[in-house]
């Protein structure tokens, strides 16, 4: 016993990890049969329900004919004739797909516009608006005026004339209207203007001058046209701000 002590303390660096190891072995060992018997208590019951389904054909075959011939039935047409066969039920994923084709952008874009309220806003423009004046550049001119008509004896002819300083300087004139005065006729015969006698004796004479009037001459306006217009502000259509017009 002694001698097994010293051993210990004399080797103790290298009994220590010996031990330690043998210890950890021992673990491992417990736990993988623990381990093993509960994978066999698990394991118990499936083989009952096995025994139990190998027994399955025997009391399936006390089925009454009618059923098993329905069911050869219903197995022959799913699985031989391709035109009656049960339509194949689409995954989730292309359910999926489909639905989102049915509900994509025009959806979305249906639903927001039921759902947006128009809010309209104006838009105004201009547009000119004529105003045709007749602008006068000379106003319409009325003339007053007389025709004088006047005989010069000097040279034996009646002169017209519309100016009154005409008339006027004949008036005054020895060879017009004071002629008479100046050159008195020694018989009334002899005056270029002597017409006759009348019943009493007295010479008769053409008017040596004679003014007729007034009359009166219109000189039209001189006129043109021009657009005295505006500019005015109205309003064209109405806009909302998601881009829609009314």
Known sequence: MNKAKEFLLKNK??????????????????????????????????????????????????????????????????????????????????????ANQSTGSSG??????????????????????????????????????????????????WEETRDPERFDEWYKSEQGGLYTIYHPYDKPEEDPLFLDYDQNGHPQYTNNHTIRGPYYDVTPAVTHEEDHGHYETYVDYYYCDCGARK
């Open 13 to 98: 660096k290298v009994v220590i990890p010996i031990a330690v190891v043998l210890l950890l072995l021992i673990v491992v060992a417990i736990c993988f049969g623990v381990r093993s018997c509960t994978r066999k208590d698990a394991a118990e019951p499936l083989t009952v329900a096995q025994t139990d389904n190998t027994n399955a054909p025997a009391e399936a075959n006390t089925a009454t004919p009618e059923a098993s011939q329905a069911t050869s039935d219903n197995t022959g047409v799913n699985s031989t004739d391709p035109a009656v066969q049960t339509p194949a039920t689409p995954d989730a994923g292309t359910t999926g797909s489909v």
């Open 108 to 157: 979305t874009n249906s639903a927001q516009g039921a759902s947006h309220q128009h809010t309209w806003k104006a838009h105004t423009a201009q547009k000119w608006v004529s105003n045709i004046v007749t602008v006068v550049d000379q106003p319409e001119k009325t003339e007053k005026y007389s025709i004088y008509r006047m005989y010069w004896y000097n040279t034996g002819k």
